[in-house]
């Protein structure tokens, strides 16, 4: 039977381990990705460390996955073996929760993700039901796409779903693997895009990615610099600080909003009296659904935006995902597999 490579966690806590398997055949209403790509996200360390629940190890992480459909089992529409696809955050859903029936999948109360609830990407090949499938432009190196099926589509969804309009000022918090994303799809959204971030190191960089302010919130008044600019329609909150975030609201302008997709444990602290007096909001987006993905890929391709990135071979994957985890990488890791 032919084998493939798969690098696993035996266990909650556990090393990366390097190991053989066969080659999986895809069941019915699934599909058999052969992978090209498949980005390290700092999501991932849920699987490496044990926090989600449920999940049964050994497992194969990886969410950020794009490759070529190598087998597709039966009952499947619409996709053929050939095609270029990715799958992301959004592995499948159930179809019968109060979510699904309402048509908002990406809150499925049985949602599967990819490298924790199935096998995902750190590997040659991976099965994925048909509806996590997104299609990605030729315009696209495998590599580059990858994290935009999980850092993409976290800031392009929850920017062009906030009510923003061409024009308004949108502040993107923080530059990192998603900050500068989320700078790039503003400016390019037709935004006038302010990039906030510690240091004036990052100016240059944020301002070639298509800022057209940058605040430095190490030696500026964050809110303050946003209201001299007429106050922000959006914040985009891609950091991690519950305290930078508080720091930054009462810089939105009237109806504006705070859209979190740093994820933190700790608590946001906001006066009552700030969201009601200019009807400003504080919310929280998850990622999106594969057809968000395919939206995310097509505007990237059409906008020409591009992640940073650097690769590593699948063997490398302990290497990979510690460079991530340690903030060494800059800014996306993603694994390549040669095939």
């Known amino acids: 039977m032919p084998r493939m490579r798969a690098v696993q966690v035996k266990g909650a806590n556990g090393p990366f381990e390097l190991v053989e398997r066969n080659i999986p055949e895809p069941p019915p209403r699934h599909v058999r990705i052969r992978v090209q790509a498949c980005g390290v996200c700092h999501s991932d360390s849920f699987t490496k460390i044990g926090a989600f629940p449920g999940i049964q190890y050994p497992r194969v992480p ?17 996709w053929q073996a050939g095609q ?7 592995g499948g859903h159930c179809g019968h929760c109060r979510s699904c029936r309402r048509g908002d999948f990406i809150t499925c109360a049985n949602g599967q993700i990819p490298g924790i609830t199935y096998d995902g990407g750190y590997a040659d090949y991976m099965i994925a039901p048909f509806e996590a499938l997104a299609s990605v432009p030729d315009e696209l190196e495998a590599t580059e796409a990858a994290p935009l099926l999980c850092a993409g589509i976290t800031t392009f969804n929850a920017l062009r779903n906030s009510g923003l309009k061409a024009g308004d000022l949108v502040a993107v918090q923080g530059i990192g693997g998603l900050g500068h994303l989320g ?10 895009t302010v990039a906030i971030a510690r240091g004036t190191d990052k100016e ?13 919130s190490n030696t ?10 007429g106050g922000a329609r959006v914040i985009l909150a891609t950091v991690t600080s519950p305290k930078a975030m508080s720091a930054a609201i009462s810089g939105l302008a009237v109806d504006g909003k705070l859209i979190v997709v740093g994820a933190s444990s700790e608590p946001i602290e ?8 200019d009807r400003r909001s504080v919310q929280g987006w998850p990622s ?11 505007f990237s391709a059409l906008a020409n935006i591009r992640p940073m990135i650097e690769t590593m071979l699948l063997e490398r994957a ?22």
């Open 84 to 90: 270029r696809v990715g799958v992301g955050w959004h």
């Open 270 to 277: 906001v006066s009552p009296l700030s969201l009601i007096s």
């Open 62 to 78: 990886g969410h950020e996955v794009v490759g070529i459909l190598d087998a597709v089992g039966t009952d499947v529409p619409d």
């Open 318 to 339: 302990p290497e990979a995902y510690e460079r991530m985890m340690s903030g060494a990488a800059r800014f996306r890791m993603v694994l390549t597999t040669g095939l």
């Open 204 to 216: 240059p960089l944020a301002r070639k990615l298509g800022a057209h302010h940058y605040i430095d």
């Open 183 to 192: 700078v790039q799809f503003a400016a390019k959204m037709g935004c006038r």
């Open 220 to 229: 500026q008044d964050v809110a303050g610099g946003l209201n001299k600019l």
């Open 288 to 298: 999106g659904t594969s057809i968000d993905s395919e939206d995310t890929l097509a």
